[in-house]
């Protein structure tokens, strides 16, 4: 029996406890112990961005975290966006101009493209591109995920 | 069974409501929430974890295996070896599909799985693993497949023999599966008649198809025998035929459930870790989670084949190509299946040559078994071949796309392997590609503009389905064509257009494999295409059925009920004066009339119609680093009747972006001691989002006349030019041809440097 940690952290505004074992991150935390399992592992080294999450307000590769790192943090992973029911205007866009195909870099790609929005809702094509170079996605070929973070960025401009 | 459908091919002058827009796809929103449930997001009550012991050699005897270490560990509930497979005799198509999945006598590439474990928990099964003694004999192994032909290469397997091989070697154990030649005309004669003649060589390093989605799955092994499976999968009833022939289970004791699937592209249409997990379910007698690690993605599954190319070519000064011949090689892995002979009849397809010959190697060697990627084996031929097109033409004096449409094929054509071809868009597909913007617009300075025009048959196959009408007059149907992109959306669209009612009122869902019988895989660019087939089929049923109901309820003939936009009315004012009744209201009353309605279709699809793509593209090398930036990407493509436009388009998009990590970054690299060295995406670079560019589309309809929305397919046919495209936008970037794929910075460079010396 190897010991395990005891971590509590809020995930999208509620508190969650659980024990981890010291080996785990905070990516198995979320979809093993918590069983929220839209933040996706894809790599479990750092390179293509399916688990992103925000980790107090930063951009996080949650498979890079372990599980003891975030005891006491605030984690806002995709189960989070949608709120009162309303779906993100990212959320709406990726629908509507089908930034996704098979769908499992989405939530990665939504997280990441949202904490750039919220600072940034006039990001160009190349900030856009850039800033989700580590997020890949293989189905789309990128072109659609990019117009409709261009698209959601104009409408959150004008909210 | 389908007269109903074969009466009715393509309806040109149709004015279609749905068809042809682009709504919301139904499975988006659960992917934008985060609550699509794909391989790895299920669990079961009691499962354990199971883990992979792979071997470390790429060759070597597995002499012994001692597990019993690994089985006291407290919390290991079982451990599986070779032993727990039946025999199956070794060069037969179970034999070989066993040993993929569990080492038997021989490890044959880095990562085979030589023993599996089940615990309580991932680190106890990981440390399980661990205490494997695996007693190896290493032998010497060999990588490339030019090199695993000479005289000399260590030998995969003793009993292998070339199929059509003669002479004196026909006898001797040899790593070449087959020698084919596939011709026609006088290839002698047709070089006589040439004025130009090209001649070069090509290879490709295998890429990986690159999903995002790690293979995971469930299995549960009842007591008395009953499997339960869920995984990603394209293949549901191949994979439960498969393990039949592996396990020796019967068929109706296997129920798959199909998650959603996140990418395959070919990868996905053979198993791994699930026959793995089924026997570690059986002996432990509990679920077992198994889920592949990215490494084990890399280095466990199937890879597209490598090759090398030796392609002759020849055409008179007027533009007639008049002879092609070809030596091609084909790296397979360890067993046979690498699917050349796509290859072998679409080199040349779109071009109408008198004199053609292909040869054909296809070779074991020691790495990872190859597995089907998007038209499979052809875009990595197809590069050589578009080079030397693009090269004659050049040599000639002619326009790119004038060169090919002087030679490109139209209606009536029979190919070299025997199809005919009937409606076909290449003519118009280069001709709208001329038009194109793209085209029309002057090279900027600095950057090289590369043309290549692909090809794809399409496929059709064994399709079942069924669709059921609820009472409220909704529409449910189940497929068992896996949905690798938007098909469930493509199938709800089609039944909408059917019946004339929103598409909003009908949902289409995945069956497991008890629901229905046979469906061939998703792949070859014919689901589409042939559970459309089956969805007009059955939605055609449904409304003859809808009449007939309506017409007993009204007490007239019924030939004298029509069906039209939802509702059921009298088909003339001589049949009564009667209300016209919604789908609701007859299938509200069903239980009054015959009970519920649905139908089913069985089908052997035909009729697939061929597809043709050209692709430009603008690059620019840097001549310090090799580096090359793909500056402007247009796809020109015939797609058929697009169903849902948006979904096309991003099937172009998404296969010009592999194309470009094929091209310029993809490989797999082995070390000296025949390991991979790149098994992450760290090294195994996948293109991001900052190294393309926006992907135009130009997409052109040719109706495909055998179906009834005219669709062809269009998975595939955008791969095939891609890596041809950009090499030749390299070739005339730099003034020198470059014949290796990936063309990446270092061969570049060299290149560079060869051609300034
Ligand atoms: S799973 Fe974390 S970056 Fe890939
Ligand atoms: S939509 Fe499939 S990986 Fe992005």
């Known amino acids: 029996m190897s010991k395990k940690y005891h971590v509590s952290l809020t995930v999208n505004g509620d508190e969650y406890e659980c024990l981890a074992e010291p080996q785990m991150t905070l990516l198995d935390v979320l979809r093993d112990e918590l069983k929220l399992t839209g933040t996706k592992e894809g790599c479990a080294t750092g390179d293509c961005g399916a688990c992103s999450v925000m980790v107090d307000g930063r951009l996080t590769c949650s498979c890079l975290v372990l599980a003891p790192e975030a005891e006491g943090r605030s984690v806002e992973t995709i189960e989070g966006m949608a709120k009162d029911g309303e779906l993100h205007p990212l959320q709406q866009k990726f629908l509507e101009m089908n930034g996704l195909q098979c769908g499992i870099c ?34 789309t070929g990128y072109d659609k995920i990019i117009r409709a973070v261009m698209a959601a960025g104009e409408e959150m401009k004008g909210a | 069974m389908h007269d109903i459908l074969e009466k009715s091919g393509f309806n040109p002058d149709a004015n279609y409501k749905v068809v042809g827009t682009s709504p919301i796809k139904h499975d988006g929103y659960d992917k934008v929430t985060g609550r699509a449930k794909f391989s790895a997001d299920a669990f079961a009550p009691g499962m354990l974890v199971g883990k992979v012991l792979r071997s470390p050699h790429p060759h070597a005897i597995v002499k012994s295996i001692d597990t019993s270490k690994a ?149 549960n092994t009842s007591d008395d025998g009953q499997v339960d499976l869920w995984c990603c999968t394209q293949a549901p009833w191949v994979y439960r035929d498969r393990l039949t022939a592996i396990m020796d289970i019967d068929s109706s004791k296997i129920k798959i459930q199909q998650s959603e699937l996140g990418g395959g592209f070919g990868g996905k249409t053979t198993f791994y870790i699930e026959p793995l997990a089924v026997a570690l379910s059986r002996k432990a007698k509990a679920a077992v989670k198994m889920t592949m690690t990215r490494a084990e993605v890399l280095k466990g599954t199937g890879p597209v084949s490598g090759t090398h190319a030796k392609i002759k070519i020849g055409a008179k000064k007027d533009g007639t190509i008049v ?30 040559i008198a004199n053609v010959e292909t040869l054909c190697y296809e070779v074991v060697s020691n790495r990872p078994k190859v597995a089907s990627f998007r038209a499979p084996c052809v875009p990595q031929i197809i590069f050589g071949a578009e080079a030397v097109i693009t090269e004659l033409a050049q040599a000639i004096g002619m326009d790119e796309l004038d060169f090919r449409l002087k030679n490109a094929v139209a209606k009536g054509h029979t190919t070299i392997y025997g199809q005919k071809f009937d409606e076909i868009g290449l003519i118009e597909t280069i001709e709208a590609a001329k038009n194109c913007d793209h085209y029309k617009s002057p090279v900027p300075e600095g950057q090289g503009r590369g043309i290549a025009c692909g090809f794809w048959f399409n496929r059709g196959g064994e399709t079942t389905g069924t669709m059921s009408l609820a009472p409220d007059g909704t529409v449910n149907i189940i497929l068992g ?19 004339g009612i929103p598409v909003d009122r009908v949902r289409a869902t995945l069956a497991d494999t008890n629901a229905l019988g046979f469906n061939r895989v998703t792949a070859g660019s014919r689901t589409t295409f042939s559970s459309g087939m089956v969805v007009v089929n059955n939605a055609r049923q449904i409304i003859g059925e809808l009449c007939s109901r309506a017409a007993k309820m009204w007490k007239v003939p019924e030939e004298g009920v029509i069906f039209e936009d939802g509702f059921c009315r009298p088909a003339s004012s001589n049949v009564g004066d009667f209300e016209p009744m919604s789908m609701k209201e007859i299938s509200s009353k069903t239980t009054y009339t015959m009970g519920a309605i649905s139908a089913h279709s069985e089908m052997n699809v035909t009729g697939a119609g061929p597809g043709f793509a050209v692709h430009i593209v603008d690059t620019e090398v840097d001549k310090e680093t090799g580096f090359v930036a793909v500056k402007r990407y247009t796809i020109v493509e015939d797609a058929g009747k697009m169903i849902s436009p948006i979904q096309v388009e991003g099937q172009l998009q998404g296969a010009a972006v592999q194309a470009i990590g094929w091209a310029l970054n993809e490989e797999y690299i082995y070390g000296a001691d025949g390991r991979l060295q790149n098994a992450g995406f760290l090294d195994y670079r996948m293109p991001v989002a900052s190294d393309v560019p926006m992907i135009d589309t130009v997409i052109v309809e040719v109706p495909n006349p055998k179906h009834p929305y005219g669709l062809r397919g269009v998975g595939e046919v955008p791969l095939t030019p891609g890596p041809a495209a950009i090499g030749n936008a390299i070739a005339n970037a730099i003034g020198v041809r470059p014949t290796s794929l990936p063309m990446s910075p270092p061969k570049l460079l060299a290149l560079m440097k060869s051609a300034k010396a």
């Not at chain 2, 599996?116 to 680190?123: F, Q």
């Not at chain 2, 199929?163 to 026609?184: F, H, M, W, Y």
């Not at chain 2, 064509?481 to 019946?499: I, Q």
Request: proline share 5%.
């Open chain 2, 71 to 219: 089985e006291k560990l407290p919390g290991v509930k079982a451990v599986i070896t070779r032993e727990d497979f039946p025999e199956k005799k070794a060069g037969t198509g179970a034999g070989d599909m066993t040993r993929i999945a569990m080492a038997r006598e021989k490890v044959y590439w880095e990562g085979h799985p030589v023993a599996a474990v089940a615990a309580t928990s991932e680190r106890i099964a990981k440390k399980a693993l661990k205490l494997i003694e695996v007693d190896y004999e290493v032998l010497p192994f060999v990588i490339d497949e030019v090199e695993a032909m000479q005289p000399g290469a260590p030998i995969l397997h003793d009993y292998l023999r070339t199929k059509g091989a003669t002479g004196a070697d026909a006898d001797k154990p040899t790593n070449i599966v087959e020698r084919s030649v596939l011709k026609q005309g006088d290839i002698e004669k047709g070089f006589a008649e040439a004025d130009v003649v090209i001649e070069r060589s090509f290879d490709s390093k295998p890429m990986h198809q690159g999903y995002i989605e790690l293979q995971s799955c469930i299995a």
């Open chain 2, 323 to 352: 002879a092609a011949q070809s030596e091609l090689s084909f790296q397979t892995g360890p067993y046979t299946g690498s699917a050349f002979v796509n290859a072998q009849q679409a080199i040349w397809t779109r071009y109408d």
């Open chain 2, 481 to 499: 064509t896996a949905d690798v992109a938007g098909s469930r959306m493509s199938m709800a669209m089609m039944a909408a257009e059917e019946f």
């Open chain 1, 106 to 139: 989405t939530p990665g790609i939504l997280v990441a493209a949202k904490a750039l929005l919220d600072r940034k809702p006039d990001a160009d094509e190349m900030e856009i591109r850039y800033w989700l170079a580590g997020n890949l996605c293989r189905c």
